[in-house]
């Protein structure tokens, strides 16, 4: 029987990011995933034959161009499409705007719509990257411990508490008072124009459970700029969907040295003497290893796979209390044509639509959109993020045809009538239905979907809760209380078991950040004998 | 000649608290205020003959113990009579009743659930932890965290040092209180839903937000303040109205040498060479000062009294960003009687504490909805007081005051005036009360409706807000009330902020006086 030193339960893409990286250091490195696939939330599968998409999440631009390059993954076989345009936002009965790449066309494109707005952008575009670049270091780090800092803690905060202290006073005072704002409030200090502001404000609230003007939202654009250095955030595809990433970190894993096996559900993670010393399947097998990294979320993790006897009361009470209720849902259409938009021109129309659209003309249609999710029920006029990937990438979709791949938001998960089972395919035809009022003959051109409800990301994509970013992203669910404090340098409180998901941090989207991290600490580990 | 060390600007309880402490270290004091009357909005009016009210704010709770004690204040006659309990009445007809009594508040929540009863306590214990966490911090100036001073430095230093010496859970629970939702934060706690809905409202009064709005969790902690204090309950009512307790410091400043004047409006601040040289009057009189204090709210003080031109781009821009947003009115009722409340009939002692109309969470939640688009809640959060039972001097034999804090009633109205829509607004509260207390029309004499619109133009309240501008964590300590300018001193020389707009903010607290006043004193010597 082969032992192994580490196995990671769950081929998302940090898993297999933190396999990488656990190989590469010459660890025995085993991946069990559930599905048939590898992936978890960055997959791509066929609506119908002959269209296929991103299931789930369908932009690479958050990943973390340090990994691409650590692991090598052109090599492997990725090839990043990287559109003019990185959205569009659309308004029923006003003009659309555009954002670009060059802030110089983008400004022009504003001034369109608002001459005070044009002004503005630069100023806010330029502030918001000053404040990404101090902040980004913070991804790459793993949260300092409170209560008894490690040197090289005090060091790395240090550095940061410097970075902090050159901003220019103005973007220090920003950041501290940003933070904590509602970031409806954000973009109305710098915007007049309610579609840009909507447009802008979205990425604040993606994935949470949480409106325009819920406090703290400004951190989760904050946090974004961080990852990418721009305030509203660029499209990038990877050739072949995102699928074609996880591939690749596949191949690269194995290239390293690791095992993958597919099909593999771990029902359990068993604990002797208060240290995880094996998995068993579903199948009975069991597989021992030195240590055992989760890239399952961590109520997942912590309240099905371990027993509670191994875990204190006051973590298994904190962990209870993880915010993890999902608010967002996906429809993939498989399209026969390319739908006409609106109020967009013939010439300019492939170009505009080719990063990302925007639907959600004004800050109070989110806040609406939100409200309803508040009380139970989806919306009927929600937030949509969409992307139409075959226009970059053609082989997703037979000639002419293409796939269109539609985040929705809000969609609780839990409903107060009826179920998502019996729910779903009415959510769906109201979608439709909005995206119709943008796109007029979209009904006649939609040739199959596929709907996925926030049970269907909880049962087929394990997310607990069905919560994509494996929990609430807020403040106190953040960096050193990610997922929650104690547990947050991706060790947990049994010996030997680790996190590595999304729900540590720096959290959610395809970013590769937490696997990276968690390989850095359990590597350390490994070196100073302390497993 | 006419020249004073300092003149203070409004002759709320923070003005008069400043005045005290600066006038008690040798200053020659002079507080001029508006009206006729003193203390702000923490006035007692005789509203209607025989019917005396506090007009605006209605209890004391976080009155700082150190300034009752250093002022002398129950020798000036301030006295703190206790209110009992808070009581809730549900939609089904049950009640929730809480009072100071623990055991039986404890045997109360048990009713509803045998959970929260344990619960109750040891939320109870991890607040008063938490509390004492941040009960130094209220007495401080803020430092400003992107200045290089030394003094600035180990100040964050010690906050950082303090943090960080709590017991992990606590960590969690100051963590949580900074930046959770009252709702959510409670949600950890209990499974009863009154008890979460009446215990969140006090996480949203005189904010623009919902009890689902994050950063409201951190208000709860004040209930908790006034018992680590020790100097009295938690929540109380002053013998005379809320008027006394400013009576009673206004006799401090004078014993302690201050000048006080009313009904003397003031046109603007007199500046020299971007000093402030004293004030001139609405009459025309000009008074000199070597320095100027100013207890009411940065826009009037700057806006108006100062003027932009005099004033740099990025403050005014920063005044501009500052959020006011009041969201809550005030309806004063002279009663025939007292009311009957549905869920418990009779006149018992249910109705001396305060009366909570916030049945249910949603309730609360969907009150906020409708104030989010510009309109007065139909059916709001009510927080009842009838003064009169504890303190039979402010109403006649027989009589009673009643005072209903409403929210929300947001400043910014999408269709009508609030002049349009003041008696409506009256109404609405009425029949939100009568569903509880059917027999409260017949009982109405008289009824005084303050919507936000007159807390700007009668009390001087900027866009109606109670606390000189939201409580949000961005408009909190080192950023209150604009970033940089944390330390009651502002961009014009000798001219210091005192009021409720600065660290550590709203409330019939008194810290923000007496902390300029302190900060003051130190620039001086």
């Known amino acids: ?531 | 000649m006419n020249k004073y060390d300092v003149i203070v600007i409004g002759g709320g309880h923070n003005g008069l608290v400043n005045a005290a402490y600066l006038a008690r270290a040798g200053k020659k004091v002079l507080v001029v205020e508006r009206r006729h009357v003193l203390g702000g909005a923490a006035v007692t009016e005789e509203v209607f003959p025989g019917f005396k009210f506090s007009v605006c704010s209605y209890v004391v709770s976080l009155l700082r113990p150190e300034i009752i004690r250093e002022l002398e204040l129950p020798r000036h006659g301030l006295e703190i009579l206790p209110l009992d309990g808070t009581f809730t009445p549900m939609q089904n007809g049950d009640y929730l009743w809480r009072v100071n009594d623990h055991a039986r508040t404890r045997r109360e929540i048990a009713r509803h659930s045998r959970l929260d009863a344990e619960a109750y306590d040891e939320y109870g214990k991890a607040m008063i932890e938490m509390a004492h966490f941040v009960k130094p911090i209220m007495s401080m100036t803020p430092p400003d965290p992107t200045s290089l001073n030394p003094k600035g430095l180990s100040d964050l230093l010690f906050l950082a040092r303090r943090f960080q010496k709590l017991p992990d859970e606590d960590k969690y629970n100051q963590v949580q209180l900074m930046t959770m939702s009252a709702v959510d934060f409670l949600d950890q706690w209990f499974e009863t839903d009154v008890l979460k809905a009446t215990m969140s409202a006090s996480g949203i009064i005189g904010t623009f937000r919902g009890v689902r709005s994050p950063g409201t969790a951190y208000v709860l902690l004040h209930h908790y303040m006034g018992e680590i204090d020790g100097a009295f309950r938690s929540w109380g009512l002053s013998r005379g109205g809320t008027g006394a307790i400013s009576n009673a410091i206004a006799d401090a400043a004078r014993e302690a040498g201050v000048e006080i004047r009313t009904e003397a409006p003031i046109a603007r601040i007199l500046l020299k060479n971007a000093r402030a040289k004293g004030v001139v009057l609405a009459n025309g009189d000009e008074i000199y000062a070597d320095t100027v204090s100013s207890s009411v709210d940065p826009r009037l003080t700057f806006m108006k009294m100062v003027g932009e031109e005099h004033l740099p781009g990025d403050f005014v821009d920063d005044l501009k960003r500052y959020k006011f947003r009041g969201s809550s009115g005030k309806v004063n009722l002279a009663l025939d009687g007292l009311p009957d409340l549905k869920c418990l009939p009779g006149a018992g002692p249910h109705l001396r504490g305060a009366i909570s109309i916030s049945p249910s969470v949603e309730y609360m939640e969907r009150a906020y909805d409708e104030a989010k688009y510009g309109r007065f809640s139909r059916r709001p959060y009510i927080d009842i007081v009838i003064p009169s039972l504890t303190d039979p001097s402010v109403a006649p034999p027989g009589k009673h005051v009643m005072s209903c804090f409403v929210q929300y009633a947001p400043y910014n109205l999408k269709e009508g005036s609030w002049d349009e829509k003041r008696e409506e607004f009256g109404d609405t509260v009425i029949d939100t009360i009568a569903e509880h207390a059917p027999n409260i029309k017949d009982l109405i004499l008289h009824r005084q409706v303050l919507t936000p619109l007159d807390l700007e133009r009668d009390f001087g309240l900027s866009e109606g807000n109670i606390f000189q501008g939201e409580l949000t964590l961005e408009q909190l300590f080192f950023l209150r009330p604009a970033p940089g300018w944390a330390q009651y001193r502002t961009p014009i020389r000798n001219l210091y902020m005192c009021g409720s707009a600065t660290h550590p903010g709203g409330g019939i607290m008194g810290a923000p006086g007496r902390n300029a006043a302190l900060q003051m004193l130190k620039d001086l010597r």
């Open chain 1, 1 to 531: 029987m082969t032992r192994y030193d580490i196995i990671i339960v769950g081929g998302g893409h940090n898993g297999l990011v933190a396999a990488c990286y656990l190989a590469r250091a010459g660890l025995k490195t085993l991946v069990l995933e559930r599905r048939a696939l590898v992936g978890g939330g960055a997959v791509t599968e066929e609506i119908i034959p002959g269209f296929r998409c991103s299931t789930l999440a369908h932009s690479a631009a958050p990943f973390f161009p340090q990994i691409a390059k650590d692991l090598d993954l052109a090599k492997h076989g990725v090839e990043l499409l990287t559109p003019e345009a990185r959205v569009l936002a659309l308004a029923p009965d006003a003009p659309s705007i555009c954002i670009y790449d060059e802030t110089a066309r983008t400004v022009s494109e504003i001034e369109k719509v608002s001459a005070k707005d044009a002004k503005s952008y630069p100023e806010f575009a330029g502030s918001f990257s000053r404040i990404g670049r101090v902040l980004a270091p913070l991804l790459r780090m793993s949260p300092p411990a409170i209560d008894k800092p490690a040197l090289g803690e005090v060091w790395n905060l240090g550095k940061l508490g410097l970075s902090f202290r050159g901003l220019p006073k103005k973007d220090a005072y920003r950041l501290l008072r940003w933070g904590p704002m509602a970031v409806a409030d954000l973009v109305s200090e710098f915007f007049e124009t309610e579609l840009l502001r909507a447009t802008i404000a979205a990425r604040g609230i993606a994935g949470s459970f949480a409106g325009p003007w819920s406090a703290g939202t400004s951190t989760g654009l904050l946090w974004q700029a961080a990852m990418d250095g721009y305030a509203i955030g660029p499209a990038a595809f990877v050739k072949g969907g995102m699928g074609a990433l996880t591939q690749a970190l596949a191949k690269a894993a194995v290239s390293a040295g690791a095992e993958i096996k597919t099909e593999a559900k771990v029902e359990r993670i068993e604990a002797t003497e208060e240290k995880a010393s094996n998995v068993v399947l579903r199948t009975g097998q069991e597989i021992t290893a030195r240590a055992i990294a989760s890239n399952a979320d961590p109520r997942t993790t912590f309240l099905k796979l371990v027993d509670p006897v191994n875990l204190d009361p006051s973590f298994l009470s904190k962990i209870r209390n993880y915010r993890a209720a999902g608010s967002s849902a996906k429809i993939n259409l498989a399209l026969s044509g390319l739908p006409l938009f609106s109020g967009l021109n013939r010439i300019e129309t492939k170009a505009k639509l080719s990063g990302r659209i925007h639907l959600g003309p004004d800050i109070d249609y989110l806040e609406r959109a939100f409200d309803a999710a508040k009380y139970g029920d989806y919306s009927t006029a929600p937030y949509m993020d969409i992307t139409i990937p075959s226009l970059s990438d053609p082989s997703l979709a037979p000639t002419g045809a293409h796939v269109m791949s539609v985040y929705v938001q809000y969609a609780p998960y839990k409903l107060k009538e009826g179920d998502w089972n019996s729910r779903r395919e009415e959510f769906a035809d109201k979608v439709i239905d909005v995206l119709a009022g943008y796109a007029p003959n979209l009904n006649e051109l939609i040739a199959g979907r596929q709907v996925i409800t926030p049970l269907d990301l909880e049962e087929t994509y394990g997310l607990s809760g069905g919560h994509i970013h494996h929990g609430e992203q807020s403040l106190d669910q953040f960096f050193t209380f990610r997922p929650v404090l104690g547990c947050a340098q991706y060790r947990t409180p049994i010996k030997g078991l680790y996190l590595c998901g999304a729900g540590t941090h720096p959290g959610g989207g395809v970013t590769g950040g937490p696997g990276a991290n968690a390989a850095r600490e359990i590597i350390k580990d490994f070196k100073a004998s302390r497993i």
